[in-house]
């Protein structure tokens, strides 16, 4: 079974989804389910995870409300105000989901860099525990020193960083981004999704050949038990069509054995998500 660990839906609005400028023309519409059912399907795709664009309780509410009429959504990714005072409350009401898995905070645009480490933050991300809720990481390379100490502090949660944490690959910087990447994986409960890639190179112009010296770090650090792949669509489609991107994920791992292979492409997504 092949899952795609990484998609997500909107029904645009202009002032709330302003991060989508005039240069992702391509994506400032409406991306639902039905846009989506028959991709995965022309690309023998059995099921996805859609996870949070907007940092708002409505957004959770949204993704549960399709994934409760698509059977398909095997798992919702959601937000909740980790920082808040009645967090445990909340997750208390969140339990009654089961298509709920996880939470995440768009950290990459947070100023402080050491966000993950605020004694707040820290305090929700704790409080997941009680329900086995995830916590998916987004974050810049720049903030990497902070997921380092941020993992070591949970060594026990769920834990996995999206997109490789989004390297500089447009711009081919890779040696810090990968000592970054090796120290954390040493954490043996953090997972990697390989999402996100081709809008990190050059959206006209990229190659495999681009992309594969941060594949080869990903898997050498965390290896094929704790690599996922996901689409990252529609954003993925600034710079590749969802073939394209599954393509560069199955050419890339063609070379390890099925089992590792299927392990990637959706087993590793079932357990961690436990879909």
Known sequence: MIIDA????????????AWIDESMAVIRRDFLPADLAPVLAANDVQGCVAVQADQSATETAFLLSLA?????????VGWVDLRAADI??????????????????????????????????CRGIQALAAHDFT???LVYPKQLPAVTAFVQQFPEHRLIIDHLAKPAIKAGDIRQWA??????????????????????ADWQHWQPADIAP???????????????????????QLAASYEQVKGLI??????????????????????????
């Open 6 to 17: 990484h998609q997500h839906f909107w029904q645009y609005h202009p002032v709330r989804d």
């Open 68 to 76: 409760a009429d698509h059977a398909f959504i095997r798992g919702v």
């Open 88 to 121: 445990v409350a909340q997750l208390e009401q969140y339990a009654a989901f089961p298509q709920l898995k996880g939470f995440r905070h768009i950290v990459q645009v947070e100023a402080d860099d050491r966000f993950l480490l605020r004694e707040d933050f």
């Open 135 to 137: 916590y998916d990481i």
């Open 179 to 200: 000592a970054d990447i090796r120290r954390i994986a040493q954490a043996p409960r953090v997972y990697c999704k390989l999402s996100g890639l081709v809008t990190e």
């Open 214 to 236: 941060y594949l080869e770090v990903a898997l050498e650090a965390f290896g094929s038990e704790r690599l996922v792949f996901g689409s990252d669509w529609p954003v993925c």
């Open 250 to 275: 199955t050419s890339y791992i063609s070379q390890l054995s099925a089992t590792e292979q299927a392990q990637i492409m959706g087993g590793n997504a079932i357990s961690f998500y436990q879909l």
